[in-house]
Structure formats: C-alpha cells, structure tokens
C-alpha cells in the first residue's frame, strides 16, 4: 500500500514536472521529457500492478502519459513526440487489455494508432485531420488539470487529472521546413529533409 | 587536521581574488569553463550568452606571488536569445559548450555553442593602428582635398592593447533538437555538434551544409527510448569518436566503417544491479558527460551517483567505478521533486590521466586518483577559501555520530551545486564554476 502511495505521489509531480516543461524557455526538451515518462511508467506499473484488477481505470496505462502538451498555435514536434514516446511502452500494453472504457474515448482516439502511419507520409504538411482546438479539449475533459506550480496531494491529484478520459492529441503536422542537412548516403550526397 | 598531502599529491590552494560577477542574476550563472590546449587561456560561457576568458599572467621577478593568476583578458557576447518563429520557440542563448582550437598562429580560436547554434570566434590582438592616412585625418573624417599638397604613407603607430573578438563562421540551422555538445576532431578541420538524437559533422570552414554521421531517430517515435547526451572525438584518431546516451551506454564509432556509423564498432555498458533498481534507475543511469583519457585508451563516464572509467579494450563492464555521493541514493524521490536528479555533472581528467575530478552538491567537488584510491571532497566557498591557504578536506556524515568538521546529508544545499570543472592541460590548476562564481585553485607544492 506505501508502494502503492508512493507510486501515486511520483505519478502527480510527475505529471505537474510535464506540464511545467511545457512554459519552459527554450522549449520542451526531449531528454527531460523522455526520463519524465520513463518514471511515469515505472510508477505506473508499480501502481497498476498493486491495485486490484477490478477498479474502472481500464484506459489508464495511457492516461499518465497521454496530455495535451501542446501549448497554443504552435505545432511542436518534440511535445507531440514526447506524449507519443511517453505512449510506447502503453501503446504495446493496450493492445493486451480485456476491457476498454468505450463509452470515455473521445472520438479521435482510433486515429492514435493510425499515427504511427503518418511517418510515411511527408509531415511538413499541416494535418488535415479534424480535431478539436486546444481550448475545446480541455474543456471535454471535465475537471482542469492541476496548477502547475503547486505540489498536489495523491489522492485529489489523480481524480483530477480526469484519469479515465484520452485526451486526443493534435497531429504532428505542422511547417517544419528542415531540408538544410546535406548528408552523405554511400558517397552520393543530396539535400536530406528531416524526417 | 590531517595533512592534504597523504590522500592525494597535491595541495590545493585558492587564488588571492575569486573571480565573479558583483551582483547575481541568473544570466551571470556560468554555463561552461574551458581551458585552452596549452592552458594559457581559460573560457567561461553563461546563462546569458557571454563569453569572459581569462588569460594567465606571465611570470614577472617584481610581483612573484601574482605568477600564474588568471585575469580577465576578453569578454563578448557570443550568443543572443532568438526566436524561432516557425515552432513559436524560444532560442536560449546559454552557452553550452565552449571548445578551444589549438592555436595555430597569433590569434585564439573557439567554438561557442547554445542550444541551436555554433559559432567560431577569433580572439586576437590589436597593439597597433595605421596613422597618417593620406586623404582622411585621424579620428576618420575626411580631409579637404584642396588640402592635400603631399604625399604619405600610412604608418603603424602603437597603442593601447585590445583585445577583439569576432566571429568568423556561424553554424546554424542543422539541428532540430537540442544542442548538448561539440568536439573538435584531432585533424583540427572538422567538429562535430551533437542533439538529443542526431551527430552532425561539420568543416570549420563550410558553414552552410554539414554531414549528418549518427541518427538514432526512430521512424515511429512513438518507439524512442533513449536519447544521445554527450558526443567527443577521440583525441588522435581523427576517425573515432564516442557517444553516450541516457541509457547508460556507450558507443564508439569509426567514420571509416560507413557514411552513417549507426552501426557502433564498440559498444559499453554494465549490466544494471537488479538490487539498487527504483522508480528512478533510468534517471540516475543517463550519462551527463563522457570524455576521453588524454591518452586515448580510456573513457571515463559520470551518471548521477558515480563516475566510471572505462578501458577501450573492455565493453562489458568498467574498469573503475567511483561514487560520488552514494549517501544521495536514499533521497532520489526528494531530489527528484526538487528537480535535482535532472542535473548534469561534467567529469575531467587530470594532465595526466592519474586523476579525475567531478562536482557534486553544497558547491563540494571531488577527486579521485586512480592509483592510490585515494579521493579527496574539497569545498568550493569564499567563507573556506582564505588566499594561500590549503584547502581543507570536507566530509560528509552519513550516518551515526557526526564528527565536529562533518556536514550532515540534510544539511546539504542542493542549489549550490558545481557542474562545470576543467583542469589545465598540464599543471595543477582547477577552474571550478560554482553557479556565478569562478574559483581557480593552484597547486603550489615546494
């Protein structure tokens, strides 16, 4: 049970330290942001795995990880990243869950796992995909997420953190112009964009 | 008070000033601390942007105890913060990592990078100027040229000396994330920068195109789960270098192998003890920093809690582990609230290669010697640093009955903490940043 709290506990400044990162100077970074993620999902794990089976947290092994880190206008390619790689370890999880929560799935959620297929195509173009605006989410997500700056105690944390709803995420498009690396490729070079 | 000199060779002593800026901001805060190859020359980088280098005062008969004091010699702007406009960022313009050239001829040359940028700056000096130009006068307006009956020729006249700095390349616009080093190869014609995910290998003198050599960006990155966090060439082969990540591994490639060393020649790591495994073991395993031996045949490391030297033959666990601050073990839930965990200590080798040093909290810094075993914890702190005095050892109490000249683990100050050391090429000199100060230790044994 002190497992089980101390795990709670990590997962909420966690969560406040990922939401902080996003008003940082300098933008988000991805080191940072990888370990955030990979504490997020130990203490994940160690809480799911101490709390009974039947609790309704059938969507959580995303939810820790699965905010909207876009802040405003701007498409960022690291903090869509971020909430992506935060995913991988749940992503490959999901897929072995008995019970999703259907009726708390907001509707662009099927579109997560067409995501990994956008690799494919070029991603400097803007997403056309529909999705609801930054302002709209939160306001689907029933109650704000915490003040960032304060340190929370567990147990309000976590149920107001709306645990049990996906936050769909916007896409990873966006006007990310990065054809400037010229790299060699078996002697031949040509001008590579960054994909 | 035991004798310094029985746990290591060397007696340290503080300077008779301690360099800093009179009045703390966070942009006096010192980002990166280099010396020159002959260590002459020592550079500080800070928060913002700046970059100060202090020259060595040159032996004088009539002030002998001022020999080898270090001076402020140039000061610059390097970077300045910008914006990208494109992903609504902010560009901080804290200088990350500076890196000498070797010197070639009478001018100085650096590398000063922030998150997005590199940039090579020459330092020379100017002790003359032309005077006695023919058509204008000398503070430059032009003279009448109905009064010009004669002819002259300009001659050089000496002056004050100054020191200038400009830039003369500016590497920019080849990385996507984060800039966290640079490391001039040994053919002293190419550098390599390095982000959280790719190498890029540039030519001093082409600024507007660079090789991309290492790039460890999933297709999916949804699949990411480590990140580069420290890159340096070898320092004679011009072929090798090595890449840490935040995994606690490292790889060391050889450019002769491919166009793209994705694929590693060498690989080092050490099997994680399952026993020390918590929440946080991910965190306290990433390497903050790697460099080579001056030598060339070892690697030394430094995660959060050790410093590590590897030997280039042996990839499957290192030669000698160190802890720096084992007592931290039991608190890493506290530092990592207080965002300490996050921190990146940089670790250096001494001339050579005997002794290796590395920061830790409370502005305390600590040496190792590789061959005695001994190591030594010294305190950075203007209240302990009286001018020619021995620096005196410090000890943490772990635990039990602390001695009078110990400090408790939870009297620790986190937010002094040393980052960024280097040590003089060949002489026992320390510069130590500590937040916004620069403390410059000699070793004056006689």
């Not at chain 1, 089976?53 to 206008?73: K, N, Q, R, V």
């Not at chain 2, 000061?75 to 609504?88: A, C, N, R």
């Not at chain 2, 072929?239 to 690989?267: E, N, P, V, W």
């Not at chain 2, 460099?291 to 690697?299: A, M």
């Amino acid at each position: 049970m002190e497992v089980n709290a101390e795990a709670r506990r990590i997962l909420a400044v966690s969560i406040s330290k990922l939401y902080a990162s996003r008003s940082q100077r300098g933008g988000l970074r991805l080191h940072r942001s990888l370990l955030l993620s990979l504490v997020m999902r130990s203490a994940r794990d160690i809480y799911h795995s101490s709390v009974p089976p039947a609790e309704p947290m059938d969507t959580s092994p995303e939810e820790p990880a699965e905010l909207d880190l876009e802040s405003g206008p701007q498409p960022d390619e690291t903090s869509a990243e971020l909430s992506l790689t935060a995913r991988g370890g749940a992503h490959r999880e999901e897929e072995g869950e008995p019970a999703e929560d259907k009726e708390n799935q907001s509707p662009t959620r099927c579109s997560r796992k067409r995501r990994g297929k956008t690799s494919v195509a070029p991603h400097f173009l803007p997403s056309k995909r529909a999705r609801l605006e930054p302002g709209e989410e939160r306001h689907a997500a029933l109650p704000p997420p915490p003040p960032v700056s304060c340190r929370i105690g567990p147990a309000e944390s976590l149920t107001s953190l709306s645990l049990n709803r996906v936050i769909p995420l916007p896409g990873r498009g966006g006007p990310a112009w990065r054809s400037f690396v010229t790299r060699t490729h078996g002697g031949l070079a040509r001008t590579r964009s960054d994909s | 008070m035991k004798c310094f000199s029985r746990y290591l060779p060397y007696i340290f002593r503080p300077p008779s000033t301690i360099l800093s800026s009179s009045c703390h901001t966070e942009a006096d805060i010192i980002s990166t601390v280099e010396f020159n190859s002959s260590g002459e020359l020592l550079a500080t980088g800070d928060k913002g942007g700046r970059v100060v280098v202090f020259q060595r005062e040159q032996e004088s008969k009539s002030q002998p105890q001022r020999r080898g004091e270090y001076n402020v010699y140039s000061t610059f702007q390097s970077h300045e913060p910008e914006f990208d406009y494109l992903k609504s960022l902010e560009i901080e313009e804290k200088i990350n990592k500076i890196k000498w050239l070797p010197q070639q001829n009478a001018a100085y040359f650096l590398l000063s990078t922030n998150d997005k940028t590199v940039k090579l700056w020459k330092i020379s000096e100017r002790d003359k100027r032309p005077e006695g130009y023919n058509l204008k006068d000398d503070d430059g307006r032009i003279r009448d040229p109905s009064t010009i009956t004669s002819l002259r020729v300009p001659v050089l006249q000496p002056m004050d000396l100054m020191v200038e700095a400009t830039a003369r390349r500016v590497f920019s616009n080849a990385h996507t994330y984060h800039i966290n080093s640079i490391s001039v190869n040994s053919d002293l014609q190419t550098f390599i920068s390095t982000d959280d995910l790719r190498v890029n290998l540039w030519n001093l003198e082409i600024t507007d195109r660079s090789f991309n050599i290492v790039d460890i960006k999933p297709a999916n990155m949804e699949e990411l789960t480590e990140v580069i966090t420290s890159a340096e060439f070898h320092p004679q082969q011009c072929h090798t270098f090595a890449y840490s990540s935040s995994k606690g591994s490292i790889r060391l490639c050889d450019m002769r192998q491919a166009a793209l060393c994705d694929k590693h020649c060498k690989y080092f790591e050490e099997p994680e003890d399952p026993a020390t495994r918590s929440f946080f073991s991910e965190i306290i395993s990433s390497i903050s920093d790697v460099k080579f031996s001056h030598n060339g045949r070892h690697l030394m490391t430094r995660d959060y809690l050790t410093v590590k030297v590897w030997d280039l033959q042996m990839e499957n666990k290192p030669l000698e582990t160190y802890q720096v601050h084992d007592y931290l073990r039991g608190k890493l839930c506290s530092l990592y609230e207080n965002d300490c965990i996050f921190d990146k200590f940089e670790c250096v080798w001494n001339g050579s290669d005997s002794v290796i040093m590395t920061g830790s909290y409370n502005n305390f810094f600590r040496m190792f010697d590789r061959n005695t075993k001994r190591d030594v914890t010294l305190e950075a702190s203007r209240e302990n640093s009286k001018p020619r005095a021995i620096l005196k050892p410090r000890k943490v109490c772990v635990g039990g009955k602390r001695r009078k000249d110990e400090i408790s683990v939870d009297s620790l100050d986190f937010s002094k903490k040393i980052l960024h050391t280097t040590w003089h090429p060949h002489e026992n000199i320390i510069a130590v940043a500590a937040t916004n100060n620069l403390y410059i230790f000699q070793d004056k044994v006689n």
